[in-house]
T-cell receptor, first 110, second 111 residues
């Protein structure tokens, strides 16, 4: 079983609020990823990191930002949440090709 | 054209049926291939890697055809618990090893 955690699991928040979605892993993986997935739709990569102080934007443009100050921690921040940000956000990490996913954060912006 | 394309679903099959999923990829530099399983409202989990020689894990068989850029997953004697969305996944050196996910094929196994 993979040791990758996300908090909160569910978040309902009002428009304009700043939010940070937490992701941490205890496997010592250098590579970490954030995906966005709407119900019944495919996964879209929005950010990734290949190590400390390394972050890149993914294939889907996102208004969120990420940081990687520690190997085990890869938080995602939305400065001003909007209803269009309502989605599920999945964090993953990998050492080689296989990615291990966290349980996800289901975000609803009202 | 999407980089990874899968059979459109959903597949509705009775228990005990054999079902096959197909997947094609467009990047000839792809080097690693996987099938992931995603249950409703859950995170994806690795089902199996796909090797050039083909590989089997119990009731599941995965095949890779590099010449045709085609991957398949066969599920024999399907169970109710096999109901999920199956994701075809590809990585490429020239994309930094990122996973490229297909849109998924939904399987529903009925009693």
């Amino acid at each position: 079983e993979a040791d990758i955690y996300q908090t909160p699991r569910y978040l309902v928040i009002g428009t304009g609020k700043k939010i940070t979605l937490e992701c941490s892993q205890t496997m010592g993986h250098d590579k970490m990823y954030w995906y966005q997935q709407d119900p019944g739709m495919e996964l879209h990569l929005i950010h990734y990191s290949y190590g400390v102080n390394s972050t890149e934007k993914g294939d889907l443009s996102s208004e969120s930002t990420v940081s990687r100050i520690r190997t085990e921690h890869f938080p995602l921040t939305l400065e001003s949440a909007r209803p269009s940000h309502t989605s599920q956000y999945l964090c993953a990490s990998s050492e080689e090709s296989e990615q291990y996913f966290g349980p996800g954060t289901r975000l609803t912006v009202t | 054209r999407k980089e990874v394309e899968q059979d459109p679903g959903p597949f509705n099959v009775p228990e005990g049926a054999t079902v096959a999923f197909n997947c094609t990829y467009s990047n000839s530099a792809s080097q690693s291939f996987f099938w992931y399983r995603q249950d409703c409202r859950k995170e994806p989990k690795l089902l199996m890697s796909v090797y050039s020689s083909g590989n089997e894990d119990g009731r599941f068989t995965a095949q890779l055809n590099r010449a045709s850029q085609y991957i398949s997953l066969l599920i024999r004697d399907s169970k109710l618990s096999d109901s999920a969305t199956y994701l075809c996944v590809v990585t490429s050196y020239n994309q930094g090893g990122k996973l490229i996910f297909g849109q998924g094929t939904e399987l529903s196994v009925k009693p």
